[in-house]
């Protein structure tokens, strides 16, 4: 009796029929609605922003691959209890050292805060005792990351359609890509063996005004630079600063790496020296504390003059344009890290001595590892070659072949390696015949066994290019 339809089901049984039909003609004519992808900004088309997206990609597709690509720390030191302990002492020194009461610390951590941030105090007394950068708090803003520190200085400082940011090339591709989502001309400044050179720096200045643009800013990774890892003499850097002042010009100073040399002395920053306020200091704890609590930040301690003689700090300025984006920076994140500053006495450099030995450790194993499988004879037979950095993650391998993202797939399938092409990292042609290699997230086993893949995959490549290698 349950499986025989009713009479009221067999009368309506056509019309829902009849409407299901309807329905199916009025989808089939009504497509969803589909943008037009040259109605979106221009820099979505541009390949550097499909760069990291393709090397993420390429890294799921082959998981078990040895890479090379990423610039990520070693999570050799991360303890999941750290995390708690950090925010703890943070907590302990709110309620200990500075007396606040128990309602005014919740609020510091469970609203949303101080645009500027709340451990600015803590990062400036460690730029004080790490790098000899003696700013006031008030001067350093707290970002989500040094990459929002990267987008608030460059809408702040490129008011004009004509003002110009000048970059290495290569160059870390956060820069540009930030440069080109606000619609901001770069001129490109081709790195040497030791970075930019100062002159080149001039040069570029000069040519920008000659073409009728102004020169604004020039972003820079003095030491151990991405994707290079170039670092530049202290006379280029006090050069570089005289150039600055004499073309007003303002210097963006990144510094991720300074801390991980591999032979002679840390350098100072070029903010240590900068006695004209021409140098915005951005930076960033992903690489010397937590990359997870995504905190960066940027000192802004030149002053703006603005109506009837009103003065601020560019600090001030920045946190305008950060209320309309991100509203404040984690108060989480920023609790996590203040703890760690305080554990350490603010003093990362002391702090970070195991990473130092590891990073160190690291290089130099990849260095001797491509010294062991292409031996001097061997290299000038095939023409590889690479630089032979100072310190960072960073090096660069020239190859006799065309080390694009198909050869990257080839490397990753057939040999399990993978690495980064360097003709993303370049604004005015270049690269094409060059590989980055990281070596901060591998141990130095796993060095050794990529290395040993890598250099299969290059003599393949060579011999493929040409059979009489």
């Known amino acids: 009796m349950a499986d025989t339809p009713s009479p009221l089901a067999r009368t309506t049984a056509p019309v829902a029929h009849t409407t299901a039909s309807v329905a199916d003609t009025t989808a089939a004519a009504a497509q969803p609605h589909a943008l037009a992808l040259t109605d979106l900004h221009a820099s979505l088309t541009d390949p550097v922003l499909d760069a990291m997206n ?20 070693s999570e050799g030191t991360f303890e999941t209890e750290d995390l ?80 110009t940011l000048l970059v290495s090339s290569p160059c870390y591709v956060g820069v540009t890509g930030a440069a080109r989502l606000l619609d901001i001309a770069i001129q490109p400044v ?47 850097r006090e050069r570089l600063l005289r150039i600055a002042a004499e073309e007003d010009l303002l210097i963006l100073e990144d510094d991720p790496y300074g801390f991980f040399v591999r032979a002679g002395a840390a350098r100072p920053t070029m903010k240590s020296l900068d006695t004209e306020r021409r140098v915005l200091h951005l930076g960033s704890f992903a690489k010397t504390a937590l990359p997870g609590a995504r905190v960066g930040y940027v000192v802004a301690d030149q002053e703006v003059i603005g109506t009837a003689g009103r003065r601020s700090l560019l600090a001030d300025e920045l946190s305008k344009i950060k209320s309309m984006t991100t509203v404040n920076t984690s108060a989480i994140g920023q609790a996590v890290v203040g703890g760690l500053l305080i554990e350490s006495g603010c003093r990362l450099r002391e702090a970070n001595a195991r990473a130092i030995a590891h990073y160190r450790t690291n290089l130099n194993t990849l260095l001797g590892e491509l010294e062991r499988h292409f031996p001097a004879e061997r290299r000038r037979a095939l023409g590889v070659r690479w630089n032979e950095p100072t ?79």
């Open 391 to 469: 310190g960072g993650f960073f090096l660069v391998v020239d190859v006799p072949f065309v080390a694009d993202t198909k050869a990257l797939e080839h490397s990753a399938r057939n040999f399990g390696v993978l690495w980064t092409p360097m003709s993303d990292f370049y604004l005015d042609g270049g690269g094409e015949h060059q590989l980055r290699l990281s070596c901060s997230s591998l141990t130095p086993n796993q060095i050794v066994e990529g290395v040993a893949g890598l250099a299969r995959f290059i003599e393949a490549q060579a011999t493929e290019a040409d059979p009489h290698h």
């Open 84 to 163: 708690a302990r950090y925010l703890r002492i943070y907590t302990d020194h709110l309620e200990q050292v500075l007396d606040w009461p128990r309602d005014r610390v919740r609020t510091q951590l469970f609203q949303y805060g101080r645009t500027n941030g709340i451990i600015h105090e803590l990062i400036a007394r460690t730029l004080a005792n790490d790098e000899g950068i003696h700013v006031s708090p008030e001067a350093v803003v707290v970002t989500t990351g040094c990459q929002e520190a990267m987008l608030l200085t460059l809408r702040a400082l490129f008011a004009r359609p004509e003002d």
């Open 190 to 236: 081709r790195e040497g063996a030791e970075g930019p050179d100062p002159d080149a720096v001039l040069a570029a200045v000069r040519r920008t005004r000659r073409a009728g643009g102004r020169p604004r800013a020039l972003y820079v990774v003095p030491d151990f630079a991405n994707p290079s890892g170039a670092s530049m003499t202290v006379d280029a």
């Open 54 to 73: 393709f090397l993420n990609e390429v890294v799921a597709r082959f998981p078990e691959a040895l890479s090379f690509a990423p610039g990520r720390p």
